[in-house]
């Protein structure tokens, strides 16, 4: 035993002495993702446009921190805590440059479930005389708070474990009509939730199976207790939001800074409240005392996590797959690649920490993140600038927003959320597309406002899965092994030049949200071999994909002759939305690097599909009823061009 046990030692030292330097820097460039860009960071290009996104992304963060606490049922100011330290810990391990995590209105409505069933309200102000020696606050706060970061850190445990079973390459289950569908429904339940406020009623917390509906039946049953003037505040200031935001987007282009409309409704109403003393005349709920400084941090309430492990695994799989969703459309948008697992790690842990400070869940909000876009941020460097200004908010600025009314609060949530409100014209892509994608889509929504957001994403992920299991019966293979070059053979000796830059690759199989990403690698995988080994030569189609430029003495010929893929679809029986995005991005592609996708034995629906996409060339025929067809017009193509440029010479 004991010479087994020093055998298992040496062992493990012998592993430990044999970790290189290098292998330790791999891993901290590959999980600390500020160590890549902080080095490289382009501080006379960059700086100027990340501190004015920085200052407009505080100003979001404010507002939204507060309103998202109270939708969390705690305290307001544990939302300005919630809005500075996920944030720092995000930019340390995140990979997405535009992602500016924070407090989020699903995972606060989620946690509200836990707070509220675990620490039943006892009364509608923030304000109580019962003083805890924390923060000033209440015991009744303190423990509301408690609840929520233990939710906070018990969700961002899960994350964390997540990554740590490489979970990160199941997110191809996650498509695109569960994830729209998910957040849509989750953003009517926020609005749902904030129906109390607008109208000035005092309402129990209602929550569970139908609760959406139990709401509004409360709602209509004692529409005689709505307060008229919280009612008219409400409208009012929901109504210059919406215009306000409406002119910012249509003279974005022409004003470099955007009017921060959420900042000057606040001190407007905040002046006013205070002026007009609408809280005790008019019986106005407002925010009420918020105090100065950060938190010392504790340990969240450890007994309360069995009661808790619902709403985490919640906020876990919600805050994640919204967030994903967010950092990939940013790499996307500005040609970057983000890490799956990575992302799990970087919210796990913008969960974990804060959590010892009092704060609520986070996630990445689509709000901020199209903020970052419109003012121009180049790297996180914005986010971290906004923490600063944030700092002098929670330091200084803070106890002013005593007379905040609670209903203009919930204006600005309301009108936040216009983004995922909007995802309702998603409905029309999908059923010119996929009916089936968009029975998904509808089925999602409705069980996430039957139920809730974790129930209506885990149904639509089931419910996906299921559709493909039982269309896969009728195609050839799932995988793309069976994807192969096929050369076109001509018997004319004098058509073999004709054939120098044409590709013919056969597509045998599906193409749907399951292989579609493995349908495009392989598809650049086989160019770029075939362009490595013939270096345009005959046959060669990527010479443009590797510098834009071909080499040697062909480069006459690259540019007189455009290179051709054509794509014998023949195989293809069925497709969903992403596989049409995916053909659609591929001939993007090819079109900015100059080369022409046409595609041949297309089925009516694939047609159909592609050109209600857009972007497919109108003076160009793309779609060809056979490969001999497609060849013929690349011939014809390529005649008429030659003696075009024989009649101008």
């Known amino acids: 035993m004991m010479t087994g046990a020093k055998r298992k030692r040496s062992t493990v030292w012998r592993k430990i002495q044999a970790v290189r330097f290098e292998d330790i ?57 919630g809005s500075f330290f996920p944030v720092i810990v995000y930019a340390i391990f995140g990979m997405g440059r535009h992602v500016a995590t924070g407090t989020f209105a699903l995972t606060s409505l989620i946690s509200a479930n836990a707070v509220e069933r675990l620490v039943p309200s006892v009364t509608t102000n923030f304000t109580a005389n019962n003083n805890s020696g924390i923060l000033g606050l209440s015991e009744f706060e303190m423990q509301r708070i408690g609840v929520a970061a233990a939710v906070s850190f018990l969700g961002g445990i899960i994350q964390v474990a997540m990554f740590m079973l490489q979970l990160g390459r199941a997110t191809f289950l996650l498509t695109e009509p569960v994830i729209s569908a998910m957040t849509t429904g989750a953003a009517t339940h926020v609005v749902t939730s904030q129906v109390k406020y607008l109208l000035g009623m005092k309402m129990p917390y209602i929550s569970g199976p139908l609760g959406f509906f139990h709401i509004y039946a409360y709602v209509f049953e004692n529409i005689r207790s709505v307060q008229l003037e919280a009612l008219l505040l409400s409208l009012l200031s929901i109504v210059v939001l919406v215009l306000v935001k409406e002119l910012n987007e249509k003279f974005q282009r022409d004003i470099k800074v955007v009017l921060p409309i959420d900042l000057l409704l606040i001190i407007a109403t905040s002046i006013a409240c205070y002026y007009a003393d609408m809280e005790y005349v008019y019986g106005l709920e407002v925010v009420g005392h918020i105090p100065k400084g950060l938190p010392s941090p504790k340990m969240p309430p450890m007994n309360v996590l069995p009661e808790v492990v619902t709403e985490a695994f919640g906020v876990a799989l919600v805050g994640y797959v919204a967030s994903l969703a967010l950092a990939q459309g940013s790499a996307k948008k500005f040609k970057y690649t983000v890490d799956d697992n990575q992302e799990f790690l970087a919210h796990g842990l913008s969960n974990v920490i804060p959590s010892f400070f009092f704060c609520i869940p986070s996630a990445a909000a689509m709000g901020r993140t199209a903020l970052l876009y419109s003012t121009g941020a180049k790297t996180q460097m914005a986010c971290l600038i906004s923490c600063v200004l944030i700092l002098v908010v929670i330091y200084a600025i803070g106890p002013l927003l005593y007379w905040l009314p609670m209903c203009v609060l919930a204006s600005i949530i309301v009108v936040g959320l216009k983004g995922m409100l909007m995802q309702f014209c998603d409905l029309k892509k999908y059923w010119n597309v996929d009916k089936i994608d968009w029975s998904i889509w509808v089925s999602t929504y409705v069980f996430t406002i039957c139920f809730a957001a974790n129930v209506g994403l885990l149904y639509g992920i089931v419910c996906t899965i299921v559709i493909v299991i039982f269309r896969f019966p009728r195609a050839k293979t799932l995988n793309l092994k069976n994807v192969k070059e096929v050369e076109y053979k001509y018997k004319a000796e004098d058509n073999c030049e004709s054939l120098k830059q044409v590709k013919i690759i056969s597509v045998n199989n599906p193409l749907v949200f399951l292989n579609a990403r493995k349908f495009h690698a392989d598809l650049i995988k086989i160019i770029q071999k075939d362009s490595m080994s013939s270096q345009c030569e005959q046959n060669t189609l990527l010479c443009p994909f590797s510098n834009g430029s071909c080499h040697g003495e062909s480069v006459q010929s690259c540019h007189s002759e455009r290179c051709v893929l054509i794509l014998d679809c023949s195989g293809l029986n069925f497709f969903d939305y992403t596989g049409v995005s995916v053909l659609l991005q591929i001939y993007m592609d090819c079109k900015n690097r100059h080369i022409n996708v046409l595609l041949a034995h297309c089925k009516a629906s694939l047609i159909k599909a592609m050109q209600y996409g857009g972007y497919l060339e109108s003076e160009n025929p793309v779609f060809f009823e056979s490969i001999s067809s497609a060849i013929d017009a690349i011939q014809i193509h390529r005649n008429y061009s030659k003696y075009s440029e024989q009649s101008e010479v």
């Open 25 to 81: 820097k791999a891993w901290c460039m590959r999980r600390l993702p500020i160590l890549k860009w902080v080095p490289v960071y382009n501080w006379k290009e960059s700086l100027v446009p990340d501190t004015v996104s920085g200052m407009m992304l505080a100003i979001q963060q404010v507002t939204q921190g507060l309103a998202f606490a109270a939708l969390s049922s705690v305290h307001p100011v544990f939302g300005l805590y």
